[in-house]
């Protein structure tokens, strides 16, 4: 009995530590995630639909998009400051940080008439061919699904008129 509490105390113990690992891990990136949040929200899910959701979406993706903005091969006039002073290693840690979110579900399901004309629109420009017939994407390539329509509309806005040309999958 007196080696089953030992072994129930030391596993307890590690597994305290490694939660307040799992917890400090971004401890020092707070006020990095506080300046993000203004714009993309306390869960990731802005309010405004103009821009992205980043809660959840691809690792790499978010890195070079966050690189992007840095280099100013992705312009955007909040992003370039909010970006211009990190290092690769942060760049890397929020882009982290932001893909192991989950998810949110921002309560868009659209009409039938916007359905329709979504899918004919993903059709006509071949959509399916990077970012999956689930447009869930893949590490190279944003997930669409459940993104908030405004800020889709914009983004392919933005790159048909060459306003966004950096590469998405460099």
Aim: charged share 20%; net charge neutral; glycine share 6%.
């Amino acid at each position: 009995m007196r080696a089953w509490t030992i072994i129930v105390c030391f596993c307890l113990s590690f597994s305290a530590l490694s939660l307040s690992t799992v917890a400090d891990e971004y401890a020092e990136m707070r006020e990095m995630l506080e300046q993000c949040e203004v714009c993309h929200g306390k869960t990731a899910a802005p309010a405004d639909d103009t821009y992205p959701i980043l809660a959840g979406q691809e690792l790499y993706y978010l890195y070079v998009q966050l690189k992007d903005f840095k280099s100013g091969h992705r312009t955007n006039e909040f992003m370039a400051p909010v970006v211009a002073e990190l290092d690769k290693a942060q760049l890397m840690a929020l882009a982290k940080f932001y893909s192991e979110q989950a998810w949110p579900n921002i309560g868009f399901d659209g009409n039938a008439t916007q359905k329709n004309k979504g899918e004919k629109a993903a059709d006509a420009g071949q959509c399916v061919a990077c970012h999956l017939s689930s447009y869930m994407g893949n590490s190279r390539v944003p997930r669409l699904a459940g993104q908030h329509p405004g800020y889709l509309i914009k983004t392919m806005l933005d790159m048909k008129s060459k306003a966004r040309n950096n590469a998405p999958s460099k």
